[in-house]
């Protein structure tokens, strides 16, 4: 499944598996990038939720998948909430909890908070399930997840640091690998990944994926 995963950066990822092109959170993609089948929205930042990329990589029937809280933004989505189960395209998804338990915009106020509708989703791809984190920090739910990929962010800041990160890994046990995101853009550097991947070496591997030239 690895080889099915293309970075494009920050938490920009297309995955082509089972005869299907998938992106989750396009950001910044080139006017050429490969259309759609499925598009997936983890929540409204503009770093996350940016309508321009989508309609870049958008065709007829091209699916959008969003967190709830991207109504505003995309109408004509299926928004989704965490606990939700289905199909779409043809692949099975399970939408996950994301949220900060100690990223704060200023006191007492996170930047993502628990309770409204932003998301993870995990996909079922040729027999792997690959987990797509969203902006989260280290959260229980994570104890409940089956997966073989994890990709998780580790640039602090709005999300989990590298030491974070690999607590979350710790309890998300991938069978597969982990794989660094949320660096490279607006915040993080690749010292971000090569950390979360020195903190894994005993727990898990670590692909630190490299990143598509635009």
Known sequence: MLEALHWYGHSTFKIVAAGK???IDPYELPESAEKADV??????????????DIEKVSKKGTVVVAAAVCE???????????????????IAVEVVAAYNTNKFR????????????????IFTL??????????????????HLNVDVALLP?????????????????????RVAAVPMHY???VGGPGDAARFAKLCKTICPVKILERIKI
Do not use: N, W
């Open 21 to 23: 092109v998938i992106y």
């Open 39 to 52: 598009v997936f929205i983890t929540h409204e930042h503009f770093d996350h939720c940016s309508p321009g």
């Open 72 to 90: 505003a933004e995309l109408p004509d989505a299926k928004l989704v909430t965490p606990g939700e189960k289905f199909e779409s395209a043809g």
């Open 106 to 121: 200023e006191p007492g106020k996170v930047f993502h908070p628990k309770g409204e509708p932003r998301v993870g989703y």
């Open 126 to 143: 040729e027999g792997q399930r690959v987990y797509h984190a969203g902006d989260t920090d280290v959260i229980p739910e994570m104890a």
């Open 154 to 174: 580790v640039s602090g800041t709005y999300v989990m640091t590298p030491e974070e990160a690999a607590e979350a890994v710790k309890v998300l046990r991938p």
């Open 184 to 186: 490279g853009s607006i």
